[in-house]
């Protein structure tokens, strides 16, 4: 009788256990997954368009954002980037791009990069053989 008892508590123990950990990761936000290819986002790398209807395109690299760019651009109100170095958003349009061969997303070999200040970019081109180019995003 007192392992059929103990039997009971245990399962009652595991049944309530699990519920809580179902519901704890229903809590926790699913992770960004870029609208292009369907990667996981990282925040460094990823590009943002905000729509003129309000709703934003997300994305985990500059390659993937620019397959995407002709078809939506009539659409889009805003374009936004990561600076590299500080992680911070900043316009597309105040951004300094360049492509080194520093690769940030493999599956896509992205090898472009984005920066908020013109001297960090500058440092960048030297130290990893890169090149300026032109805002992909215009």
Same mark, same amino acid.
């Given at each position: ?14 049944? !309530? ?5 179902? @519901?704890?990761? +229903?809590?926790? $936000? #699913? ?11 990282? &925040? #460094? ?5 905000? #729509?003129?209807?309000?709703? =934003?395109?997300?994305? @985990?690299?500059?390659? @993937?954002?620019?397959?995407?760019f002709q078809e939506l651009k009539g659409r889009i109100k =805003?374009?936004?980037?990561?600076? +590299? &170095?500080?992680?911070?958003? !900043? ?6 791009? #360049? =492509?080194? +061969?520093?690769v940030t997303v493999p599956h896509v070999s992205n090898r472009i990069h984005t920066f908020g200040n013109k001297e960090d ?12 180019? +032109?805002? $992909?995003?215009?």
């Amino acid at each position: 009788m007192i392992k059929n008892k103990n039997r009971i508590i245990f399962i009652f123990i595991a049944i !309530i256990f699990s519920f809580a950990i179902g @519901c704890e990761r +229903e809590k926790k $936000p #699913l992770t960004d997954r870029c609208d292009y290819d369907g990667t996981k986002i990282v &925040p #460094l790398y990823a590009v943002y368009f905000t #729509l003129q209807d309000g709703t =934003e395109k997300k994305y @985990c690299s500059i390659v @993937c954002a620019s397959m995407s760019f002709q078809e939506l651009k009539g659409r889009i109100k =805003e374009v936004v980037v990561v600076d +590299e &170095p500080s992680g911070k958003k !900043i316009n597309a349009s105040d951004a300094f791009f #360049l =492509e080194s +061969e520093v690769v940030t997303v493999p599956h896509v070999s992205n090898r472009i990069h984005t920066f908020g200040n013109k001297e960090d970019a500058a440092k960048h081109v030297q130290r990893f053989n890169g090149r300026w180019v +032109e805002n $992909p995003f215009r």
